[in-house]
């Protein structure tokens, strides 16, 4: 269906007992973008938006657990009635990883059903099946300039994450 020159993308179908389909089929998705780099985050928010996508995207687990609701001082910056129907997140954050936001949610009675995607620019075998195993739909591994960052002109490689 286009919209403002757009496409809406519609989720018709069911992976992994996960069903894609908003209530209102005219709903846009909305994705909670998660990055420690505004350039990585850029980036998210830039993709999902050509694909009609609503991003609400922060800078931190501890950001995302505050959108949610979900912070130990239960203070949220965001809205209750915002739905979110994907998380996507960096895993390598500090404060916070990934690994320990996917956590979180999945053990929300309220979110844990909403579908997480880890991403990393480090392809760690254990990470990865640990974070499937936790529940994650999926793990992408960020390729090539995405996964580095800009630094005085030069490109160089972001700091491997210490928390395997």
């Known amino acids: 269906m286009a919209r403002n ?16 389909s908003p209530t209102d089929s005219t709903e846009e998705v909305h994705v909670l973008a998660v990055d420690d780099s505004l350039v990585d985050r850029k980036v998210i928010e830039r993709l999902l938006r050509i694909s009609s996508c609503k991003v609400t995207a922060v800078d931190s687990g501890i950001r995302a657990l505050q959108f949610l609701g ?4 239960k203070n ?43 991403m990393s620019s480090e392809n760690v075998l254990a990470r990865i099946d640990r974070c499937l195993e936790e529940g994650a739909e999926d ?26």
Do not use: Q
Not at 70 to 73: K, N, Q, R, Y
Not at 85 to 113: A, H, N, Q
Not at 145 to 161: K, Q
């Open 76 to 118: 949220s910056d965001g809205f209750n009635d915002l739905k979110v129907d994907l998380i996507i997140t960096d895993y390598c954050m500090p404060g916070m990883t990934g690994y320990e936001l996917l956590k979180k949610v999945k053990e929300s009675s309220v979110f844990r059903e909403i579908p997480v995607v880890i």
């Open 5 to 20: 020159g757009g496409v809406t993308w519609r989720r018709t179908e069911k992976i992994d007992g996960f069903n894609f």
């Open 139 to 164: 793990f992408i591994v960020k390729p090539g300039i995405f996964g580095r960052r800009l630094d005085s002109g030069a490109v160089a490689m972001s700091v491997p994450c210490a928390r395997g």
């Open 70 to 73: 979900l912070d130990e001082e």
